[in-house]
């Protein structure tokens, strides 16, 4: 093979190995990207509640005068309904266990049948429990007068006989439908710590009891009354029992000493030494059936009770002038009592609700 056929073949061979490509490495595989998740539904909204109109205010019984409505409280229809509810839920305690009701009885004129009620928790009270019936004429609350609102003794209550923090049990409240919109519909928002005594003290104020024998023989219904409470009413008079019994409310909301027990009273409120042992005098209107009787509940029948006042109290330094010894037949003392008796009246709320 000559020289120049040698270098062309050569050459050619070498133009081969260049055209043919080097075997190609593997790739590998790129793994896919997971899928991307599916949106969460979104949350299908609360149902409207549709509530039905609030009953309207109850009619003011017999021989009342009107209740005072504040005006950073009005009483209202929706107001008065919401408290009404809570008085007996015991979602208002701190643990569920009691409600409002419990100290305060349908049937005893919103009282209690024992002398001193326990709280929750167990503690027991130290003064008997009053009737919250027309507790909207006061002019303070409590025994001894330290609160000087509905609003705020309502507030006191709630916390102190139920046991309740105010914020979580406004929560536990939201979290019923039927409530929410109860407390939107009277206040124009949900449940809080400071209207849920608005609402109670709303319907304290439409709670009242008239329309007893006595207001309607005031009113002119001669058959109203019998002769003996008539009579009783008269004796009740010329006694002096009115200078502290005022009618129509049968009390004068003011504070008097008639030497019952060591408890300190207005003075826990005013911390003068001259108020001690000072009560609010309370209303005698449904006393017949508010047994035990006295701030300490140590009187437990009527007969007890009307002995102790015409007795003159018991001795002490701080006793009111007011109360003068009084000497009374047993004639008269029976007629008292059928006077009494005849204030026994009727109640704007006479059953309990159904709760939500």
């Not at 005068?65 to 229809?77: C, R, W």
């Not at 209690?112 to 507790?135: E, F, H, M, Q, Y």
Request: include cysteine; charge should be positive; charged fraction near 20%.
């Amino acid at each position: 093979m000559s020289r120049s056929l040698f270098l062309l073949a050569l050459l050619l061979v070498a133009c081969k190995t260049a055209e043919t490509p080097a075997p190609a490495k593997p790739v590998e595989p790129v793994a896919a990207p997971p899928p991307a998740p599916a949106p969460a539904p979104a949350p299908a909204p609360a149902p409207k509640i549709e509530l039905a109109p609030a009953p309207a205010l109850p009619t003011r019984p017999i021989g009342l005068p009107e209740v005072p409505s504040p005006a950073d409280n009005p009483t209202t229809p929706g107001k008065a309904e919401l408290g009404w509810k809570l008085f007996f839920d015991k979602r208002l305690s701190k643990d569920g266990s009691m409600a409002c009701v419990q100290c305060h009885e349908i049937a005893r004129a919103y009282t209690s049948a024992t002398a001193l009620d326990p709280k929750v928790g167990g503690a027991v009270n130290i003064r008997n429990t009053p009737t919250v019936l027309n507790l909207g004429f006061h002019t303070s609350w409590y025994w001894d007068g330290r609160m000087a609102t509905l609003e705020a003794v309502s507030n006191a209550a709630w916390k102190g006989q139920l046991g309740a923090d105010p914020a979580i049990v406004a929560k536990t409240l939201n979290e019923v439908p039927v409530y929410k919109a109860m407390f939107e519909r009277a206040f124009d928002e949900p449940a809080t710590a400071d209207n849920v005594p608005k609402a109670l003290a709303a319907f304290f104020r439409a709670l009242t009891s008239g329309n007893s024998a006595f207001d309607r023989a005031q009113a002119g219904d001669k058959k109203a009354m019998s002769a003996e409470a008539t009579e009783g009413f008269k004796v009740f008079g010329a006694k002096g029992c009115t200078t502290c019994h005022v009618p129509p409310l049968f009390t004068h909301y003011d504070f008097e000493n008639i030497g019952i027990g060591d408890d300190p009273g207005r003075k826990d409120a005013t911390k003068a030494d001259a108020d001690t042992g000072k009560f609010k005098t309370p209303s005698l209107r449904n006393v017949a059936l508010t047994a035990p009787y006295f701030h300490d509940g140590h009187a437990k029948t009527l007969e007890e009770a009307i002995a102790l006042m015409a007795k003159g109290g018991n001795k002490n330094p701080n006793l009111s002038t007011k109360l003068k010894p009084q000497k009374l037949s047993p004639k008269e003392a029976k007629a008292i009592k059928a006077f009494l008796e005849a204030l026994t009246g009727e109640s704007t709320y006479t059953t309990e609700p159904s709760l939500p």
